[in-house]
């Protein structure tokens, strides 16, 4: 799964797809299109920013950074396209300029975001989150973070079945860098394997992540040897997706574990 983010605050990119404090939309599908190229099956679009501390943007903004793209990629790029937003207005509409997944980082407990994913029929990728982007990070505490991070997800299952969502439209997020600190994350790419005992697809977002700046102290810019190796320590404890802002490398490491694990080597 390629990111691609229509913010233009991100903190991967810096808003490098902006020009004249505008979405540059050529330069969103070059980037497209170079992903798709790469081996992205998935392209996920972003309009709201979700780093620590990070501000709420209007619905009606959300809609306007990505739905153009969307209905883009859509129609000219053989790829499923995944909306990153808790927004049950966005989810309606994105569905209806052609996404093919919906990603939410609050697991659809926005007030009628299970009703509006319901509709869409389609595929929903439910997040672990404590609290909210502007506050997560604020000394986030947990018993046994793997144990209760299972159990919000069960929790989030259930309020899907009961809105007529079936368990097989669904994959799972742990929500690593989501209210937890770096021994949380730690614990939680361990202890992956008992998230996978809940039956459905993983999907693992590690890239570029602020866990490597505090663990080897490695700015942005320099962190992608380290988010493929934990790319493949993913992959190698249950992880189905892996998002990445670095398609290419991700799919050659992955790929090169793939290849052992088919000749019997791992």
């Known amino acids: 799964m390629g990111v691609i983010n229509t913010t233009p605050d991100s903190f991967a990119d810096g808003g490098t797809l902006y020009h004249s404090a505008r979405l540059d939309l050529d330069l969103a599908m070059a980037r ?90 389609l595929p929903i990728c439910l997040m672990h989150m404590r609290g909210e982007p502007a506050t997560m990070q604020q000394a986030p505490s947990y018993t046994d973070v793997v144990a209760e991070v299972a159990d919000f997800l069960r929790d989030r299952i259930a309020a899907c079945a009961g809105a007529g969502i079936d368990q097989q439209r669904l994959v799972l997020d742990p929500g690593f860098g989501f209210g937890k600190t770096v021994q949380h994350n730690l614990q939680l790419l361990q202890g992956l394997p008992r998230l996978a005992g809940l039956g459905l697809p993983l999907l693992v977002g590690l890239s570029r992540k602020s866990l490597i700046q505090k663990l080897i102290g490695r700015p942005v810019e320099e962190r992608l040897p380290a988010s493929l190796a934990l790319a493949v320590l993913a992959v190698e404890r249950g992880a189905a997706i892996v998002r990445t802002h670095d398609v290419a490398a991700t799919a050659d490491a992955v790929a090169m574990w793939t290849a052992l694990k088919e000749e019997g080597e791992l």
């Open 32 to 121: 497209a299109r170079d992903m798709v190229d790469a081996g992205a099956a998935i392209l996920d679009i972003g309009g709201e920013s979700t780093r620590p501390g990070a501000a709420a943007v209007s619905p009606g903004e959300e809609m306007d950074r990505v739905l153009p793209l969307v209905e883009r990629i859509a129609a000219e790029l053989d790829v499923i396209v995944s909306v990153d937003t808790s927004s049950p207005g966005l989810m309606a509409a994105a569905a209806g300029a052609g996404a093919g997944l919906l990603n939410d980082v609050r697991a659809l407990g926005r007030e009628g975001a299970l009703a509006a994913a319901a509709a869409t029929g």
